[in-house]
C-alpha cells in the first residue's frame, strides 16, 4: 500500500467557505454564458515576493508534488484465458525512497489485477497529471471532443469529476493545468477556430480558465486586449501560440508567441480580471543558410516542469555560446554562463530544460551531408557559472546519438530517461513461414545523483521499465 511521502493537513474545513466560488466575482461559465471581455490595464510593476510567501499565492502546479512525481501509463493487460485488454496505470515515484509503485491505498492490494486503484482503463482522452495540496487532478481532453477534470484524493484514492469544460464560440480549446491557489485551479484555455477559413488567418487566441477547487465552478478569462499605443503589435504579426509559463504572488503570466518571430508577455491578476502587456520581444535574429533557417538569439520560457525562483524566461545567444535568465516580473536580465559551443555550421539549435538547480542545454547538430546528427550536453547552475559538458547516452547508432532525457530535479538527484534497451534477438516467423528474429525496445527512467551526473558517472537508479 502505498503511503504519502510528505502528508498535508487537509482543507475540509474550508470546503463550505469554498463552494461555488467564483474569482474576481465573474459569474460561472456555462455552455449557454459568453465569455465577458475584460477591462484594459495599465501595466504596473508587479510585486517582487517569491513562490510560498503566501499560503494562498498564485503558484504552478505539475505531475510534481512534495518530492513525489505521479505519472500514467498505459500497457496491454493478458487477462486469464488468453485475451488481452487496454489498461492505464497511475504510478507514484517517491525520490527520497528511490521507488515507484502504483497509487493505491487498498489493504492488501497486490497491484496486478485490474481491481487495483491504480489501474484505470483508458477512455480515449489524453489524460495529464498535476498535484496540488493533498488532491491529483487529472485533465482528460479527447482530440476534438470533450475535455473534463476529475479530483482524486492523495490520501484514500476517493475520485470525482470536478467539472466538465464548457465550450465557447465554436473553438476547439488546448486544455493544460498550469495554476493554482488555495480557491481555484487554472488552466491554459488557447484556442482557435474549429472551421477554418482559408481567406483569414489563423490565429491563436490566449485565455484563461479557472476552476473552482471544492465546486467545480469554472469561469473563463477570455484575452481580448490589444497592446498599449505607445507600443503597438506590427500590423503583419498575429498570435501562434499561447501559454500560461509562470505564475507568482497574484498574477499569472502568458507567453504569447507572434508570426514573423516576434513575442509578447501579458500578465492577468485574477482577482480583478485586469490583462497589461509588460514586455514585447521584437525580431529573434533569424538567419539563413543555404535555404535554412534557424534562430541564433531568442527569448523564450524553457521547458520547465516546476515553479522555478526567478521564472522560466531565458535568453539564449547561440552565436555567442551565453545563456540569461529574464525574470519574469521585473524583466532584469541575469546573464547565467558564457562558453557554450557557438552555433557556427550549417544548422544547429539549443534545447533549454530549466529545472529547479539547474539548466540543461543541449546543442545539437545536424549533417546535412550525411544526415548524421550529433549533440552536446552541459549543466549550468541556475544561481550562474560555467557550463559543464556532460557525456550521456540513451541510445547510439549508425545515424547518430540520443542523449539522456533529463526530466526534473529532486534535492540531490535528476529525474531522467536514460535508456533505450533492447532485447535478446527473439525467434518468430514471417507470413511465408521463413524464421527470422527482431528485438523489443524498453524506455528506462531513473534517477541519478547530481554529483554522479557532473562527473558524467552513469550511475542510474533504475525505477520501472515502459
Not at 145 to 168: N, Q
Not at 199 to 217: D, H, L, N, R, T
Not at 243 to 266: H, M
Not at 377 to 399: D, K, M, T
Request: net charge negative.
Amino acid at each position: 500500500m502505498y503511503m504519502r511521502c510528505a502528508p498535508i493537513a487537509a482543507l475540509a474545513a474550508c470546503l463550505a467557505l469554498l463552494c461555488g466560488c467564483v474569482p474576481g466575482g465573474q459569474t460561472a461559465a456555462t455552455s449557454e454564458t459568453a465569455p465577458t471581455p475584460m477591462p484594459t490595464a495599465t501595466a504596473q510593476p508587479a510585486p517582487g515576493a517569491q513562490p510560498g510567501d503566501e499560503a494562498d499565492a498564485i503558484h504552478r502546479i505539475s505531475e510534481v508534488l512534495d518530492g513525489c512525481r505521479y505519472e500514467y501509463k498505459t500497457f496491454d493487460y493478458q487477462q486469464p484465458g488468453g485475451s488481452t485488454m487496454a489498461m492505464g496505470l497511475l504510478t507514484v515515484i517517491d525520490c527520497g525512497a528511490g521507488t515507484a509503485q502504483p497509487l493505491c491505498h487498498q489493504p492488501g492490494c497486490t497491484h496486478d489485477q485490474p481491481g487495483c486503484a491504480a489501474w484505470l482503463v483508458p477512455d480515449g482522452s489524453r489524460l495529464t497529471l498535476a498535484a496540488d495540496g493533498d488532491t491529483l487532478y487529472l485533465l482528460h481532453d479527447v482530440i476534438d471532443g470533450d475535455a473534463w477534470l476529475e479530483a482524486r484524493s492523495l490520501d484514500d484514492d476517493t475520485t470525482r469529476v470536478l467539472c466538465t469544460l464548457p465550450r465557447f464560440e465554436a473553438r476547439e480549446y488546448d486544455w493544460a493545468l498550469a495554476a493554482a491557489d488555495e480557491e481555484n485551479l487554472y488552466l491554459n484555455a488557447a484556442s482557435y477556430p474549429t472551421a477554418v477559413d482559408p481567406a483569414v488567418p489563423q490565429e491563436e487566441q490566449a485565455g484563461v480558465m479557472a476552476i473552482c477547487k471544492a465546486s467545480g465552478a469554472p469561469s473563463l478569462y477570455s484575452f481580448r486586449e490589444t497592446p498599449p499605443a505607445e507600443n503597438p503589435r506590427p500590423a503583419d504579426q498575429r498570435v501562434t501560440n499561447a501559454e500560461i509559463f509562470d505564475a507568482r504572488d497574484s498574477f499569472l503570466y502568458l507567453w504569447l508567441g507572434l508570426s514573423g518571430d516576434g513575442a509578447e508577455v501579458w500578465r492577468l491578476e485574477p482577482a480583478t480580471g485586469l490583462w497589461s502587456m509588460t514586455a514585447r520581444y521584437a525580431d529573434s535574429g533569424l538567419w539563413q543558410e543555404d535555404g535554412l533557417s534557424g534562430y541564433d538569439n531568442w527569448v523564450a520560457p524553457a521547458r520547465a516542469s516546476r515553479q522555478l525562483p526567478g521564472g522560466p524566461l531565458v535568453h539564449v545567444d547561440e552565436q555567442a555560446g551565453t545563456l540569461a535568465a529574464i525574470d519574469t516580473a521585473t524583466g532584469q536580465e541575469r546573464l547565467l554562463c558564457t562558453g557554450l559551443p557557438n552555433a557556427a555550421g550549417r544548422i544547429a539549435g539549443y534545447d533549454v530544460q530549466a529545472l529547479p538547480g539547474w539548466y540543461v542545454v543541449t546543442v545539437n547538430r545536424l549533417d546535412w551531408t550525411t544526415q548524421e546528427t550529433s549533440s552536446r550536453q552541459f549543466l549550468i547552475p541556475a544561481a550562474g557559472g560555467g557550463p559543464v559538458e556532460i557525456s550521456f547516452s540513451q541510445y547510439s547508432g549508425p545515424r547518430g546519438s540520443q542523449p539522456v532525457c533529463f526530466l526534473d530535479q529532486y534535492g540531490g538527484q535528476f529525474y531522467c530517461q536514460y535508456e533505450t534497451a533492447a532485447s535478446a534477438p527473439i525467434p518468430a516467423l514471417d507470413k511465408d513461414g521463413m524464421p527470422y528474429t527482431y528485438r523489443e525496445y524498453s524506455i528506462l527512467y531513473g534517477l541519478l545523483p547530481v554529483e554522479d551526473a557532473l562527473a558524467s558517472r552513469g550511475n542510474f537508479t533504475a525505477l520501472y521499465v515502459e
